[in-house]
Nanobody
Framework: QVQLVESGGGLVQAGGSLRLSCAASGRTFDSWRMGWFRQAPGKEREFVAAIRWSTGITDYADFVKGRFTISRDNAKNTVYLQMNDLKPEDSAIYYC????????????????????WGQGTQVTVSS
């Protein structure tokens, strides 16, 4: 059973930084892609960043390029999202997600590509 547990959210002022963590367990993830999504009140869940576990290849939504960095620590089975220069519009619940590349059915930027999700962690950026 795949489990994803996020941590690291909180309240920060605009221009500040936070690092989110996603601890993954339940199997090995060599052939998996891990993603971060976010959902603000009244809005749809949207893609933020993704990383292929085996190669470390990353991809980002345009609105976070240059500010956010996704990475993984193989030894700790943990994926991180370093968020710098945060803006009030970055406020949302941030979710970690995962899927097996062997069963990919759609673009990794889509919510429905990911069958496994964490519980989310709240990020609030004050102006």
């Amino acid at each position: 059973q795949v489990q994803l547990v996020e941590s690291g959210g909180g309240l920060v002022q605009a221009g500040g930084s936070l690092r989110l963590s996603c601890a993954a367990s339940g199997r090995t993830f060599d052939s998996w892609r891990m993603g971060w999504f976010r959902q603000a009140p009244g809005k749809e869940r949207e893609f933020v960043a993704a990383i292929r576990w085996s190669t470390g290849i990353t991809d980002y939504a345009d609105f976070v390029k240059g500010r956010f960095t996704i990475s993984r620590d193989n030894a700790k089975n943990t994926v991180y999202l370093q968020m710098n220069d945060l803006k009030p519009e970055d406020s949302a619940i941030y979710y970690c997600a995962a899927y097996d590349l062997n069963y990919a059915m759609t673009s990794f930027r889509q919510v429905r590509a990911y069958p496994y999700w964490g519980q989310g962690t709240q990020v609030t950026v004050s102006s």
